[in-house]
Every structure is written in structure tokens, then in C-alpha cells.
């Protein structure tokens, strides 16, 4: 240790005898006056610690440092470094041979931290000064250099942000680069400098994340200055919520960091057109940004990116004011070729942009249309009329009034490949127009209706009888739909439907059920959530008609079941069953416990809080050898006391998550006495 400090001021006697030789030939100008100046005795004064004010130095480590110049007896003829200009410093750092010696420096001072990541990689002269010290690896090669047992641990260096930094590595190199996460108080320039410094050596920053600055000295341009200088190697970065970065820092981005490939923003107001102009035109392996509430970016920047970027492949834009259809439409004109994801959310743009990705979105696989206010059925009828949307597979619309039965029949029609698609508060979206886009987007496997309050039962049956592939129905909080008694024309059945999930649609009963019940009969996976107007009478088709065997049955809020329909899944699908959860279902008892345990030898996770259970429901459970319940939920069944949760004891052994949270008939130290028992399972209680 002591060695390398020796080393280490060597370098730097050496390196500032470099600058005076230097300045002698004139390749040097000192404009501050002289440098050299004897100094008096007090040789810690070298490292001028005591009257520089540095909270980031810990006063303790002054003995260490200043050992190596009391051993090696030169103390009349010093020199304090410290009244260097920033220039000298500058050539004295830019001459250090290596990445330890470096971070070393950087942590003497912030005014020494802030002048090392100052120095741009190809400032660095590496080779220049002595034959005795091995000279860095090259700029290029950086990502080869691994850690070194002293720098992980900390090492010789020594101030708070540098050692913070290096103990940063073991968690970040999960990409095959280092990143970084920098959050309110964490996020400062002093920060971003020493991660300038101390990964330059050890690979080379490939991400970093700033998410707000609240702190006073908060993240400024200095900060992603130095990050630029010191991390050419930067392969994506996210700035959120910062208003004290503008395009200046931005600009050093776009010119040091040319391999930057991910670039997300947002609610970074001060950030313009001008900076991500520049990124667009120095960074052509750019492949996927995401702008969301940046009031100074407009249409230049999404021009600027299909036109300079060759590889973008993902774009999201989200409520960003100055974003129109000019700039959409820009982008896809040329980036059409390449772009795969676009998201657009509350943007004030209208028909012609949809118009424009259905012509040249040739390559795009996902779309995402959210809050788009000035977007009418006839945006969305060009788009699905121009044809360009051959490979569009993903395809979620939420609150968008342009979405009618006349514009999402054209999608159909426009869109031969869609397979997943969802529509959230779509309020003109009509039985009618579901029908015909279903029967012409053949191969679809995915539909999710929310909050279409137009499209009825006979919509959800139309979409059941009319769809070859689809294997997965989501309708959720849909008001329109009726539970009418009616006679439903003969339907093919919809075999492919593997997994249905009805949630919160109040008008869904027993009359409903029972034509599902006779056109699914190939379930795997039923959740049926917060019906209230179903009953046991009217689950039993869909139960009792399924060929396939359920694995997963969700019956949460389902508050008119009882035993009987538990007793009819278990005896038709016990012995595939790995989790059912009757939440809520409060007319559940122990019986449907006694059958459960009986039949249910997969079941993993059973979830009956809110259930009329008591202690010998737990009992029956508990006595059930071949059971093997991973996760029980017992929460708010208020008739189980200490002697149930002793039973469970037993049933213990296999579980790894219990949740016995408001069970008010269990005392506190039954709890304590279980939690000891099962110190494997994570009890919530
Ligand atoms: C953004 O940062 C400010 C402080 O600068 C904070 O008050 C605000 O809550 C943050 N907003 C979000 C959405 O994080
Ligand atoms: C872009 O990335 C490719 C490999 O993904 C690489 O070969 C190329 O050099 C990069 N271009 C630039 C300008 O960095
Ligand atoms: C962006 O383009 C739209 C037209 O598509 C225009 O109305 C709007 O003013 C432009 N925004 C800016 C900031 O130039
Ligand atoms: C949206 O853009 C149009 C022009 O394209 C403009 O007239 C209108 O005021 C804008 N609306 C908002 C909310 O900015
Ligand atoms: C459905 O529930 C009603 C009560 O709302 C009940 O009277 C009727 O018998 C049930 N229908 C079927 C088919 O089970
Ligand atoms: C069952 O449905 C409820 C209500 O929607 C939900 O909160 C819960 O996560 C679901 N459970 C499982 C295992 O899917
Ligand atoms: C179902 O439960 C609700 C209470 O949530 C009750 O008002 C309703 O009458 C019950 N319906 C049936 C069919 O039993």
C-alpha cells in the first residue's frame, strides 16, 4: 500500500518536472505566473487537505497519504501542487498512466475530481512520461480491463464518492457493461464525475440512469460533461424529471458518445430540438429513444431521427406539446424502413399521421395509439387502408374516439398478421365492427376489450364464434353487456380459447355462462373476477362441458358461489388444478376445504381469504399427506384462532408464502410461535 503511494507521488513529481520542461520549450502557456514554488516546512501541505474545504475526504486518511514524503526525506524542496493552475493540473493528470493512479488523484479533491473527468480519453497521454510504470491499455481496448482486487474493495481509494463508486461493480455488469443508477440525493455533477473517472478503467460506462434531481447541487451539464468525456463507450441513456440539464450537456453526449444506441427522456423541459438534432446526426447506431413530456421537443427532433438514423428501430413519444404531424409524419416517411415499435400517447396529432404509418410502417410489428384526442374514425380507416401495416402483429388502442367499427374493419382488413390486440376505452367501438375485424384478422390469438361500454354479449359471443385462432378473451369492465335469455343460432365451438378472463362486468350471469359454457369447452386457465350475478347453477356448463382440464381457476369476488361449484371443479379438474383462488366468495366453507384436500395433488397456490373457513377446514388441509401448497391466503377469515394456525404447523412444511393478515381470532403469539416454526415461509400477518 505504502508502495504504491510512493509510486503514486513519484508519478506526479515526475509528471509536474514533464509540465516544467514543458512550459520551457513554450508548449505550455502559463498565463497564471510561475508554478514552482518552494514550499515551507509542513510537508501534508503537498496534498493541501487542512485548509481546502472537501467534505469528500475523509481527514483520517491524511496520515497515508503524507506517510510516503516523510519516509522519502524531501521535505525542504517541496512544492505545493495545489497552487497549480487548472491548466497544469490538467497536463500533470492527462500524463497519469493508468486508471488506479487516476481514481487515486480524483480522490484528493473535488476541485482534482472534477479536473480528471475533465479529460476527454483521447487527452490522455499514456505513454509519454516513464518507462517504469506499465502504460494503459488504449482508449479502445477498455473493455477488456477487469477490476483489480484493491479497486473492488475500495483500495487505496479513498474519498467517499470514488470508493462509493467502486463498489458499485459487483451488481452492474450484468449486460457485459458496467451501468449506473443515480436517484434524487445520489444524483450530483461530484457523482457523475467520479463515475467518469473510476469506470474508465475498468470497461467503460455502458448505461446510465438519472431518474430527478431534489438536491440544491443537483445534476448540472458539468455533470454528463464529464460522463461524455470519460465514458466514450456509453451505450444508453435515461435522464428523467431534470431541468437543470440543457442542450449543453446534451450537445457533449452527441459528440463524445457516438456508440450511444438507447436514449430515453423525460420531463426534461430545458433539453430542444437543437442537442437531440445533434445526437441524431452523431449517433447512427441509435436504435431506440423514448421522448415523454419534454415541452421543447418537437417536430425537428423526430424528423432529425428517421432522417439520420439508419438503425432506429423503437420510438416512443409521449405528450410532448410540439410534437404534430409534421414530425410523425417526417419520421416514417423516412425511417418507415426500419422503424418495429412506435408508441404514441397525447400527442396533438391527427388523421394524416395515421395515414402516414399506414403507408410506410412497413416494418412495424407493435403499436400503441393512447389519448389521441384529434385522431377520428378516418385516421384509423387510412390506416388500415394504406396497406403498409403487412407485419403489424401487436396492436393496443386506449382512449382514442377514432376507433369505430368502419376504422377498425379497415385494420382488419390492412393488418393480415395481427395476433395480440387490445382496446381500452374505445366508446364508439360497436358489436358490429368487432365482429367483422375478428373475422378478418385471421390468425388472431389475443383480444383484450376495456371499457367499451358499446359492445354487448352478443359482440363477446360474435368474437367466440367467428375466430379461428384465438386463444386468449380478456373482457373487463364492460357495461354494456346484458345477461339475456336468448336463442342463440347454432355456433361452431371456439376451441382454440385456452384462457378467459371476464372481469367486473356487472350485466354478466347465469344466462351468459351457459352459452360460454357451450362454446369453450377447451379451458386451461378461467377467471371469472367480480361477477356478483353468477351462481353455481350457472358455472356448472362451462365447468362440466370442458374436454381440457383446468389449471387455474380465479374466482375472486364471485360473491353468490358456494361449496357446490368448488366441489364440481374439483371433481372434474382436482387432479390438474395447480391454483385456485376464491377470494371474496364469502359462502365458501370447510367443506370445499375437505374436497380440495382430498383431490387437489398439484394445487400450489390457494387463495380462500374472506372465506366462511374455521379450524377444522385448516385441519382437513393440514391432514392431507400428498398436499403440497406453496402459497395459502387466509386473509380476513375471522372465524380461525390459535388452534387452526397450530394445524398449520404441519402444512407448514411445504409453503413458502401465508398470508393471515386480519384474522382476528389469531393471537400474537401464536403468529410469533408459527413464524419460528416455518422460518422458510414468508408469513404476512
Ligand atoms: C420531479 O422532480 C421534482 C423535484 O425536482 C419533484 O418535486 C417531482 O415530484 C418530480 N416528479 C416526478 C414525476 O417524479
Ligand atoms: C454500430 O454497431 C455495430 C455493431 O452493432 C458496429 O459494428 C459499428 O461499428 C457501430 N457503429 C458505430 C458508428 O459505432
Ligand atoms: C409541428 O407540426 C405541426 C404540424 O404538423 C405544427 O402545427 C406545429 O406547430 C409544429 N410544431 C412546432 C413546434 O413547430
Ligand atoms: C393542436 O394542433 C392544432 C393544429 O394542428 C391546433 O389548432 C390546436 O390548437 C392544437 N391543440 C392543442 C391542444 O395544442
Ligand atoms: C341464474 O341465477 C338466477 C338468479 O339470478 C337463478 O334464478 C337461475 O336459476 C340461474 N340460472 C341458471 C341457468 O342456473
Ligand atoms: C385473481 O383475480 C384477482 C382479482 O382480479 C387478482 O387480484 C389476483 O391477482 C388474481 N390471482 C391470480 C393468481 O391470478
Ligand atoms: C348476489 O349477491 C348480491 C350481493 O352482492 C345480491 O344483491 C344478489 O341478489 C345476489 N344474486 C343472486 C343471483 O343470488
Redesign the pocket.
Known amino acids: 500500500m505504502v508502495g504504491s503511494w510512493i509510486n503514486y507521488t513519484m508519478i506526479l513529481i515526475v509528471s509536474v518536472l514533464t509540465i516544467y520542461m514543458l512550459a520551457l520549450e513554450g508548449a505550455v502557456d502559463f498565463t497564471t505566473g510561475g508554478f514552482l514554488f518552494p514550499y515551507p516546512k509542513d510537508s501534508s501541505l503537498i496534498l493541501p487537505l487542512a485548509h481546502h474545504v472537501d467534505v469528500y475526504f475523509p481527514p483520517r486518511k491524511r496520515s497515508r497519504v503524507c506517510a510516503p514524503f516523510v519516509v522519502s526525506g524531501e521535505q525542504t524542496q517541496k512544492s505545493s501542487i495545489e497552487v497549480l493552475p487548472d491548466e497544469c493540473l490538467f497536463e500533470v493528470f492527462r500524463r497519469l498512466p493508468g486508471g488506479q493512479e487516476r481514481s487515486a488523484c480524483a480522490s484528493v479533491s473535488k476541485r482534482w475530481l472534477m479536473l480528471l473527468s475533465s479529460i476527454r480519453r483521447d487527452e490522455l497521454c499514456t505513454n509519454k512520461i516513464t518507462h517504469s510504470v506499465e502504460p494503459e491499455k488504449s482508449s479502445s481496448t477498455m473493455k477488456e480491463e477487469k477490476p483489480t482486487e484493491s479497486e473492488r474493495k475500495g483500495g487505496y481509494i479513498d474519498s467517499n464518492e470514488i470508493k462509493a463508486e467502486a463498489e458499485e461493480d459487483q451488481e452492474t455488469e450484468a449486460n457485459g457493461y458496467l451501468s449506473r443508477y443515480l436517484e434524487g440525493k445520489k444524483a450530483t455533477d461530484v457523482r457523475l464525475a467520479a463515475i467518469s473517472v473510476g469506470t474508465g478503467s475498468r470497461g467503460g460506462l455502458g448505461k446510465l440512469s438519472v431518474r430527478g434531481t431534489t438536491s440544491i447541487q443537483g445534476v448540472t451539464n458539468l455533470g454528463l460533461m464529464a460522463i461524455a468525456r470519460g465514458c466514450p463507450s456509453l451505450r444508453a441513456l435515461s435522464l428523467w424529471n431534470i431541468s437543470s440539464i440543457d442542450d449543453g450537456g446534451l450537445f457533449e453526449i452527441a459528440n463524445e458518445c457516438r456508440l450511444l444506441e438507447k436514449l430515453d427522456l423525460c420531463q426534461c423541459s430545458t433539453i430542444t430540438d437543437k442537442s437531440l438534432l445533434a445526437i441524431a446526426r452523431n449517433c447512427p447506431n441509435l436504435t431506440s429513444v423514448t421522448v415523454e413530456s419534454c415541452l421543447n421537443i418537437g417536430n425537428e427532433s423526430l424528423q432529425a431521427l428517421g432522417r439520420f438514423c439508419p438503425n432506429l428501430k423503437s420510438i416512443t413519444v409521449k405528450n410532448c406539446p410540439r410534437v404534430g404531424d409534421l414530425g410523425i409524419a417526417n419520421m416514417f416517411s423516412s425511417a418507415g424502413r426500419v422503424l418495429t415499435k412506435v408508441k404514441l400517447q397525447a400527442l396533438n396529432i391527427t388523421d394524416v399521421s395515421l395515414a402516414v404509418i399506414g403507408y410506410y410502417g412497413h416494418e412495424v410489428t407493435d403499436l400503441a395509439l393512447t389519448g389521441l384526442q384529434n385522431v377520428n374514425e378516418r385516421g384509423f380507416w387510412a390506416m388500415g387502408s394504406g396497406q403498409g401495416l403487412q407485419k403489424l402483429k401487436s396492436f393496443a388502442v386506449t382512449a382514442c374516439r377514432g376507433v369505430t367499427d368502419v376504422g377498425l374493419e379497415s385494420m382488419g382488413k390492412g393488418c393480415p398478421n395481427l395476433k395480440q390486440t387490445c382496446f381500452r376505452k374505445c366508446p364508439l367501438l360497436s358489436d358490429k365492427g368487432l365482429a367483422s375485424f375478428v373475422k378478418t384478422a385471421g390468425l388472431l390469438e389475443s383480444l383484450q376489450l376495456e371499457e367499451c361500454h358499446r359492445i354487448t354479449q352478443f359482440g363477446v359471443f360474435g368474437v367466440l364464434g367467428n375466430s379461428r385462432k384465438l386463444k386468449a378473451l380478456v373482457i373487463a369492465n364492460c357495461l354494456g353487456i346484458r345477461d339475456t335469455e336468448f336463442e342463440f343460432p347454432s355456433m361452431s365451438l371456439c376451441n382454440s380459447l385456452r384462457y378467459l378472463t371476464i372481469r367486473n362486468c356487472p350485466g354478466f ?3 351468459s355462462l ?1 352459452i360460454l359454457g357451450r362454446l369453450c369447452t377447451r379451458l386451461l386457465h378461467l377467471n371469472l373476477l367480480g361477477l356478483h ?3 353455481d ?2 358455472l ?1 356448463p362451462l365447468v362440466q362441458n370442458s374436454e381440457d382440464c383446468f389449471t387455474k381457476v380465479n374466482l375472486s369476488g364471485c360473491v353468490n358461489l358456494t361449496d357446490n361449484v368448488v366441489l364440481d371443479i374439483v371433481k372434474m379438474h382436482g387432479s390438474t388444478l395447480e391454483l385456485l383462488n376464491l377470494d371474496g366468495c364469502r359462502h365458501i366453507t370447510d367443506a370445499s376445504l375437505v374436497e380440495i384436500a382430498d383431490d387437489c395433488l398439484l394445487l400450489s397456490e390457494l387463495d380462500v381469504s374472506e372465506c366462511g373457513i374455521t379450524d377444522s377446514g385448516i385441519a382437513a388441509l393440514a391432514g392431507a399427506v400428498h398436499l403440497s401448497l406453496q402459497i395459502l391466503s387466509l386473509s380476513g377469515c375471522s372465524s380461525l384462532t390459535d388452534k387452526g394456525l397450530a394445524s398449520l404447523g404441519i402444512l407448514g412444511q411445504t409453503l413458502v408464502g401465508l398470508n393471515i393478515q386480519n384474522c382476528h381470532g389469531i393471537s400474537r403469539g401464536a403468529v410469533d410461535l408459527l413464524v419460528e416454526q416455518l422460518w422458510s415461509c414468508d408469513i404476512l400477518a
Open positions: 350471469g347465469n344466462a351457459a350475478g353468477i351462481t347453477e350457472g356448472r
